[in-house]
């Protein structure tokens, strides 16, 4: 097992809370982070079709097997047991009784509302992260390796090919279970949707124009876009529009949560191929994206990022606040440092009148200048930024 940055927040949670939920991406390492944090817990799988019978069917046998509780894995598919453990751990008054997975947010978000609120902790599992990898030894040499192998840790583990790996996920995993949260009449128009969101990564999200290169309504493309979010595929950056600029960007960014699902949708296959597509940049974006997301998850900071562009052109890959202050990003793939990579850095502290306390360039390049307060840093050492 590859030690996950999320162990230590889930044992404390497991001792304050009696459930503790993870949830996450298919095959982003969950049922292997829980089981080998609570070696001593019975494990429950509702991937098998007899257990998630005995679930549906009669809940009372399936909950008189785990007296103490237990790790339930796939809690989506069966959401009604949410109530029935409401009940077990209101009279146990167990921390850490049970440990639930889940690779659905909608249903899950649901169900914890209504029956487990303010009796689980929530945390989120995304895919390895650099830092991860690189305590290994295992992260990939070139800047195309990385994008293009993903962050998935099964790859990693059994050495598998990057590019069938990414094909055999999206047809086993993603094909899977959007059949079962879509009712799709024509498949082939999905498809062409997931290979054009690929394309449309770090750009703004265009409902119209993508349901006119599909071929169906803004309606259905709002749909698919919401089921791929809460599926865990991809994640959307809303824009910062408070009080800074006039005419700011209101339409959201569109991002892949693993850039070698988005490397394969795209019709990459080699790292050479990679280096000589034009949305490299537009990956190594979504890359550093990633990033900044899963350490938030996994330290639970709490972070709420945005990314900012208003009508004249002046834009910030991404920020977030801090107090009354914004901490900002800007993103280069490039691995040559120029100073104008930090141009939109300074353009944003006069736009929101100093209130830029730290400007943060992440690029690929190992030249580390600082200019009036905006730094640079490559990017395998994002997880520094958290521990300031």
């Not at 989506?76 to 109530?83: D, E, G, I």
């Not at 209101?90 to 649901?110: A, N, P, R, V, Y």
């Not at 999206?170 to 290979?195: A, G, P, W």
């Not at 209130?355 to 943060?360: D, E, I, K, P």
Request: aromatic share 10%; with cysteine.
């Amino acid at each position: 097992m590859i030690p996950r940055q999320l162990e230590p927040e889930l044992r404390l949670s497991a001792k304050k809370y009696p459930v503790v939920t993870v949830m996450g991406p298919r095959q982003s390492g969950k049922t292997t982070l829980v089981r080998n944090t609570f070696k001593a817990k019975p494990y429950v799988n509702l991937e098998i079709p007899e257990t998630l019978e005995l679930a549906e069917y009669d809940p009372k046998a399936f909950f008189s097997h785990y007296p103490e509780g237990a790790i339930i894995d796939e809690i989506q598919k069966c959401p009604k047991l949410l109530s029935y453990i409401q009940g077990i751990v209101d009279e146990s008054d167990q921390k850490g009784q049970f440990i639930l997975t889940g690779s659905q947010q909608l249903s899950l978000s649901e169900g914890i509302t209504q029956s487990l609120a303010g009796r689980t902790a929530v945390l989120t599992l995304l895919p390895l992260t650099i830092e991860e990898l690189k305590r290994e030894s295992l992260l990939k040499k070139t800047t195309d390796e990385i994008l293009l192998t993903g962050f998935f840790p099964r790859i990693y583990r059994d050495d598998l090919d990057p590019v069938k790996a990414s094909g055999n996920y999206i047809q086993t995993y993603l094909e899977r279970d959007v059949r079962q949260l879509i009712n799709l009449k024509d498949f082939r128009s999905f498809q062409r949707f997931l290979k054009l969101c690929a394309g449309r990564i770090g750009q703004l999200l265009n409902y119209q124009n993508l349901s006119n290169e599909v071929g169906v309504s803004s309606h259905t493309i709002k749909h698919w876009i919401a089921v791929l979010e809460m599926s865990f595929i991809i994640h959307i950056l809303p824009p910062y529009f408070g009080n800074i600029g006039k005419r700011t960007v209101k339409s959201p960014k569109l991002y892949f949560t693993d850039t070698g699902i988005a490397s394969y949708l795209l019709d990459i296959r080699t790292p050479e191929q990679l280096n000589r597509d034009p949305l490299r940049g537009s990956l190594f974006e979504n890359l550093v994206v990633n990033e900044m997301l899963k350490n938030n998850y996994n330290l639970e900071k709490q972070l709420v990022f945005y990314f900012f562009r208003d009508s004249s052109g002046k834009e910030v890959d991404l920020l977030y606040k801090e107090g009354a202050n914004f901490k900002t990003f800007e993103v280069k793939s490039s691995s040559t440092f120029h100073k104008s990579f930090y141009k939109n850095l300074h353009d944003f502290e006069q736009l929101s009148k100093e209130r830029s306390s730290l400007g943060t360039l992440v690029y690929s390049g190992d030249d580390l200048p600082i200019s009036r307060g905006v730094r640079a840093i490559n990017f395998k050492d994002i997880s520094t930024i958290f521990e300031e």
